[in-house]
T-cell receptor, first 116, second 113 residues
Framework: KAGVTQTPRYLIKTRGQQVTLSCSPI?????VSWYQQTPGQGLQFLFE???????NKGNFPGRFSGRQFSNSRSEMNVSTLELGDSALYLC???????????????FGPGTRLTVL | AQSVTQLGSHVSVSEGALVLLRCNYS??????LFWYVQYPNQGLQLLLK??????LVKGINGFEAEFKKSETSFHLTKPSAHMSDAAEYFC???????????FGAGTRLFVKA
């Protein structure tokens, strides 16, 4: 079974631009979560989707948004990019919604975004 | 509010020596606790998780962790380090009701030959 796929793997943008990152979960998984990883702030939760509904959101500005499609694929969008948005963006998928003991998140390799 | 503290941003051990990575958490309710490993240019891989079933949790690759409520700790150990264990390790906490996970700052493990 294929793992979590994230595209693109690397991306370079300039300040003020917007970017869309894509995540394809493991087949059959319905939950997708996004995390931002930076050297300064570490790993931070962005948002969580289950069955096309956002269930949780982290403390990020409104420039960060996401959505989930009926096939469970998810996209996150960052508008008006800032230098500080340079990070590794990780997507994780899970079979069920969060809060169930046996439910495990499987992480993709991430998208490395560089903002110049 | 939940938080996770990993003591030591870098830990160096010799091959064959004991690995001990420290993690302390704060949570107002019994949480789910996790240890993840991250290799360069890769995502996170779950090593083990505590979900209140047993205080001593065994994970993959010979790692284990013990949940100590009185000390609010969840330290990760491995009896004998291998070169392939060199990576960054993250302790994380999560409440029930979602996947909003709080990660520690990470500990980079170096293994010397």
């Amino acid at each position: 079974k294929a793992g979590v796929t994230q595209t693109p793997r690397y991306l370079i943008k300039t300040r003020g631009q917007q970017v869309t990152l894509s995540c394809s979960p493991i087949s059959g998984h319905r939950s997708v979560s996004w995390y931002q990883q930076t050297p300064g702030q570490g790993l931070q939760f962005l948002f969580e989707y289950f069955s096309e509904t956002q269930r949780n959101k982290g403390n990020f500005p409104g420039r960060f948004s996401g959505r989930q499609f009926s096939n469970s694929r998810s996209e996150m969008n960052v508008s008006t990019l800032e230098l500080g948005d340079s990070a590794l963006y990780l997507c994780a998928s899970s079979l069920l919604a969060g809060g169930i003991d046996s439910n495990e998140q499987f992480f993709g390799p991430g998208t490395r975004l560089t903002v110049l | 509010a939940q938080s996770v503290t990993q003591l030591g941003s870098h830990v160096s051990v010799s091959e064959g020596a004991l690995v001990l990575l420290r993690c302390n958490y704060s949570s107002s309710v019994p949480p789910y606790l996790f240890w993840y490993v991250q290799y360069p240019n890769q995502g996170l891989q779950l090593l083990l998780k505590y979900t209140s079933a047993a205080t001593l949790v065994k994970g993959i690759n010979g790692f284990e962790a013990e949940f100590k409520k009185s000390e609010t700790s969840f330290h990760l150990t491995k009896p004998s380090a291998h070169m392939s264990d060199a990576a960054e390790y993250f302790c994380a906490v999560r409440k029930t009701g979602g996947f909003k996970t709080i990660f520690g700052a990470g500990t980079r493990l170096f293994v010397k030959a």
